[in-house]
């Protein structure tokens, strides 16, 4: 039985994969301009759900209960009447936003999954059946940094944040939702993981051993040498489908019946494609790859591309077709170069997709001859990919250890490494949904397995909600940032030695003459004050 948790990840709050988000407003239901640029339909929407007592404040959310069911509905939320810097006064907006949104989201659930009965693209329904998230065993719920904008406790920016997670932790509870903070600014990022880091529990439902190996991988993270490697899974919280489904739609784009379709099924997954191409050719309808684009585009990605993307990595690698991680990255402020398709950039972050990539669909292999005339092409791949792996620690997620891709991918990389280094199984490791004895026998000495859940029941989508879980504390831990401590709006959410030493700093700052600052050590020093935040103006040389 899930219970609830708090998320924190960099990113969009309209480009999350979730049940509900809570959308700032004032008593009017008039929201900032860049809320009605970035959100098609808040326009109108906003209007059409003219609420008497969101106006007067006698409740303080207004759901917008004609959204599409099919995207995350915006709940407009108002703080208090005048801007105000009491940050407690935030709270019972937050309360009521989770209470409605913990509401709304099971009901909306409830309509999608008569929907998807009434339309069963799998057996007899259509290609453009819409494709919904992935259900969690919790409804998701996702925020912006709520009342620093125009609410007015953006002075007080630390404390707002600590009230915050504070609430959306215990309503969470009592809802029996999970909340993702979704944030823009890297320095309240790093605020809110400190204050994570700090509160006892936060990460509870994760067995000790979990935990345990969360930090240690954050330890490997912080030193730069973790490798996130993409499978499929990772892209199912945002609608992506699996390798079946994937096949399974295309199959009833191609015009099969029913009965052709089981057939099909029956057949090794790369004959299934190398069919479905002699289909789609023969039968004039658009290009085979096309298809499997546009199967692929999907508007928002999930808490795991979420997460893995904010991790402080320089280096990942997918086998997935779709663009959610590379999204989440640009929205992250962390945008990685696509290797092979920019290979010509020298940004320092890289995403390597090896299978190809739905913005250039003549790229994507998935039919046998795809494969057969892609071991080539991975020759001319393999100095960066042994370059990279032999000094890095490699991160599996998204992977069955029955795919034969994953297979492939752990021979290759072994196959890289000096065959003195080749059993050394701290080189790599793979986050798997359920433990079996026997895979650990299967994989001894190869890389090591973290299962998720140790349960007999095998629930996938709890495990899958515990992977998150484990995600969320793996980037908290990586994250050791502190751009907050001299930035002006978080001195209250500081402990008492970090306020010791941020009036030092600045009293250093302060005590400086120009030729000081001019000298090589105070241009370093000053570098590094930017580093902890110190404001522009009290910058001298930079």
């Not at 969101?54 to 207004?62: A, M, S, T, Y």
């Not at 925020?143 to 959306?168: N, S």
């Not at 072994?414 to 004895?437: C, G, I, M």
Request: with cysteine; aromatic share 6%; proline share 6%.
């Amino acid at each position: 039985m899930a219970g609830s948790h708090v998320f924190v990840t960099m990113g969009d709050v309209t480009n999350i994969a979730c049940d509900a988000w809570l959308l700032p407003s004032d008593r009017h239901s008039k929201v900032r301009p860049h809320w009605l640029r970035d959100v098609p339909g808040l326009d109108t929407a906003l209007p059409a759900h003219h609420c008497p007592e969101f106006d007067d404040g006698r409740v303080l959310v207004n759901p917008l209960t004609g959204w599409p069911v099919e995207e995350p509905m915006p709940i407009p939320t108002a703080g208090p009447f005048q801007a105000t810097e009491q940050v407690e006064d935030f709270r019972p907006a937050l309360r009521s936003f989770i209470a409605a949104g913990a509401r709304h989201a099971r009901i909306r659930r409830k309509e999608r999954d008569s929907r998807a009965a009434a339309s069963d693209a799998g057996r007899h329904g259509s290609a453009d059946a819409p494709r919904l998230a992935a259900a969690r065993p919790n409804p998701l719920l996702a925020m912006p940094l709520f009342g620093t904008g125009g609410g007015g406790a953006g002075a007080v920016r630390g404390d707002a944040m600590r009230q915050l997670l504070e609430q959306a932790r215990e309503s969470a509870a009592e809802h029996g939702v999970d909340v993702v903070l979704v944030l823009k600014d890297e320095k309240d990022f790093a605020m809110a993981e400190a204050i994570r880091r700090r509160t006892a529990g936060w990460w509870d439902e994760l067995e000790e051993d979990l935990q345990r190996r969360a930090v240690e991988l954050a330890d490997i993270a912080h030193a730069g040498q973790l490798v996130p490697f993409m499978g499929g899974g990772v892209s199912i919280s945002a609608g992506g489908p699996s390798w079946k489904q994937l096949l399974r739609r295309l199959a009833v784009r191609a015009g099969l019946e029913p009965e052709a379709r089981d057939r099909l099924a029956l057949k090794n997954p790369l004959d299934q494609a190398s069919i479905l191409r002699r289909i789609f050719e023969d039968s004039g309808l658009e290009d085979f790859n096309t298809a499997i684009a546009r199967e692929l585009d999907l508007p928002r990605y999930g808490l795991a591309p979420a997460l893995l993307a904010t991790l402080p990595t320089t280096q990942s690698i997918t086998l997935n077709y779709d663009s959610l991680f590379e999204m989440a990255a640009d929205d992250a402020g962390l945008p990685r170069t696509v290797i092979p398709e920019e290979a010509t950039s020298r940004s320092a972050r890289w995403l390597l997709k090896l299978h190809g990539s739905v913005t250039r669909p003549e790229s994507i292999v998935l039919t046998r001859d795809d494969y057969l005339g892609y071991n080539s092409r991975r020759d001319a791949l393999s100095a960066l990919v042994k370059a990279t792996f032999i000094t890095q620690h490699l991160l599996f997620v998204g992977f069955g250890l029955a795919d034969d891709h994953f297979h492939e991918i752990v021979h290759a990389v072994q196959q890289a490494l000096p065959r003195d280094e080749q059993s050394h199984p701290e080189l790599a490791t793979a986050l798997t949904l359920f433990v079996d004895p026997l895979d650990r026998r299967a994989w001894e000495n190869r890389l090591e397995l973290v299962p998720m859940s140790r349960s007999e029941e095998r629930d996938v989508p709890e495990a899958a909600r515990t992977l998150e879980i484990f995600l969320d504390m793996l980037l908290a831990h990586a994250t050791d940032s502190h751009s907050y401590l001299l930035a002006d709006g978080y001195y209250e959410a500081l402990t008492e030695d970090e306020k010791s030493l941020r009036a030092k700093l600045l009293s250093l700052a302060g005590n400086l003459g120009d030729g000081e600052w001019g000298s090589s050590g105070g241009r370093l020093l000053a570098q590094m004050l930017a580093t902890f935040g110190l404001p522009e103006e009290s910058e001298r040389r930079l």
